[in-house]
């Protein structure tokens, strides 16, 4: 029990790892973890697990969520771009670029942070539900100001994102590193729209030998970017709909064995890492329930879009499925989410 909680969710670990926790399971990735990730180095190959993050293309995916905006920097009026530094002062010989971007953070290969996704929860028992997040931490505020980046003259507040509490600079300072276990979904069961349960799950990871252990970060395989990357930034939402394994956030035993597994991270190369919508449940119920489990009630972060395909095939070639994992998002206090170049090394 902390001061921001006198109850907690059923089948929660609130308070396991500390009254102000910001953490949770990452908190399994102790120096055993990251000496057991570096055991796996063996060839010293490395292998980057990011789309390109101009991918998908455009916002069928997500019509709040847009690509990056590439653009200059600039000095008295003028785009910093093959700029001649003469301009301010005339003996000099250099001749700078320099640029800034518009990003929405989980557009592509990204990180949640627990601050992503919350619940209503009467997590002070008075009989109230209130909209709580991990741990406790209640929401914050969204402030947006009227700066236009398009525009270096324009003034004004820039738009802030209130993660007072939970944010992904607790996950940047953790410096994300450890034992990656690949499961590849898409061995077993192809191309097509499967649902993935605990049974189906099972099958997988016994057919391809992969075992996971405490601490471990789950990375799974569907083959998703890989019809992304393949539709050159121009995704029919469609086609995507219908493709690749993705998990059934319905299944209470797939709940309960990612609650049981104590693995510290999933990390999948789809949209969402569950089926969005999930399968239909009368009554009330979460829209996406891996990510309420998850995020909500175990502190456990997801990954989305990350790019498999390369370190699949030579992880299956080897006979193997495990390797090193470092993957820290941004250092950006108050962001709920992360843009991030994971890399593997095998």
């Not at 077993?188 to 649902?195: A, F, K, P």
């Not at 016994?206 to 970017?225: C, K, N, P, Y």
């Not at 064995?257 to 919508?277: F, K, L, M, Q, R």
Request: with cysteine.
């Amino acid at each position: 029990m902390s001061g921001r909680w006198t109850h907690r969710p059923d089948g929660s670990n609130w308070g396991d790892f500390g009254a102000d926790d910001q953490l949770g399971r990452l908190n399994l990735l102790t120096p055993e973890k990251v000496r057991q990730g570096a055991a796996e180095v063996r060839e010293g190959l490395s292998f980057c697990l990011s789309l390109p993050l101009d991918y998908p293309g455009g916002n069928a995916l997500n019509p709040s969520r847009f690509p990056p905006e590439l653009g200059p920097t600039f000095h008295d009026g003028n785009p910093r771009i093959n700029f001649p530094l003469s301009i301010i002062d005339a003996a000099n010989t250099d001749v700078v670029s320099d640029d800034r971007v518009s990003i929405t953070l989980q557009y592509s290969t990204q990180w949640d942070s627990l601050a992503h996704v919350g619940s209503h929860f009467d997590a002070d028992g008075d009989g109230v539900a209130e909209k709580v997040y991990y741990n406790g931490y209640r929401a914050g505020e969204a402030v947006i100001g009227p700066k236009d980046y398009d525009d270096p003259s324009s003034t004004g507040e820039r738009a802030h994102v209130g993660a007072v509490d939970l944010g992904i600079e607790n996950m940047a300072e953790k410096a994300i590193q450890g034992r990656g276990v690949l499961v590849d979904l898409s061995r077993s069961y192809g191309r097509g729209r499967t649902l993935v349960g605990y049974d189906e799950l099972m099958r997988c990871m016994e057919e391809t030998g992969a075992e996971v252990e405490s601490g471990d970060m789950l990375v799974l395989r569907t083959g998703f970017a890989e019809v992304v990357m393949e539709m050159q930034r121009r995704p029919d939402p469609d086609t995507l709909h219908d493709s690749c394994a993705v998990l059934n956030g319905r299944d209470d035993r797939l709940l309960q064995w990612i609650t049981d597994s104590g693995i510290a991270a999933i990390c999948a190369d789809n949209y969402a890492v569950e089926a969005y919508p999930a399968p239909p449940k009368d009554g009330p119920r979460p829209a996406l329930p891996i990510h309420e489990h998850c995020l909500f009630k175990l502190g456990l972060p997801l990954a989305e879009l990350w790019y498999l395909k390369d370190l699949g095939e030579w992880l299956a070639a080897n006979d193997r499925t495990r390797f090193m994992l470092t993957a820290p998002p941004l250092r950006l206090p108050g962001a709920v989410g992360s843009p991030v170049t994971p890399v593997a090394t095998v």
